[in-house]
């Protein structure tokens, strides 16, 4: 099993990533709903920014990918914050608050 930690840092931020060896477009942004504040992420082709999926909360305890399995992305999106079952909060992505793309294989998921 692989396992690639994504670097973030608690900012909205966009950047191309390789994810299971296909070039992704990440965009992460702070989602300030009527009582509730979550991170979000979209991803999107990164040559054309074409959307594949957007609006993707980052919820511990799931891989945020699988009900787009039909998709056919390379591995699981999972969102973990140290000694917490809590989601990522604002100040703390990156830090206690991460997300790694799990593969299958023994590659580092960014191959």
């Given amino acids: ?17 390789v994810l299971g060896g296909v070039h992704y477009a990440l965009n992460l942004h702070w989602s300030a ?26 919820v511990t305890g799931c891989d945020l990918l699988a009900q ?13 914050v140290s000694g917490s079952d809590e989601c990522p909060g604002f100040d703390n992505l990156g830090g206690a608050g991460n997300l790694f793309f799990v ?9």
């Fill in 68 to 80: 787009f399995e039909y998709l056919g992305f390379n591995g699981k999106l999972i969102a973990y």
């Fill in 33 to 58: 709903a009527e009582q509730m504040q979550f991170w979000v992420v979209d991803i999107a082709d990164a040559e054309t920014r074409e959307p594949i999926i957007t609006g993707i909360p980052l």
């Fill in 1 to 17: 099993m692989g396992i690639f930690k994504i670097p973030l840092t608690p900012v909205p931020q966009s950047f191309s990533i």
């Fill in 103 to 111: 593969t299958e294989d023994d590659a580092d998921g960014a191959a």
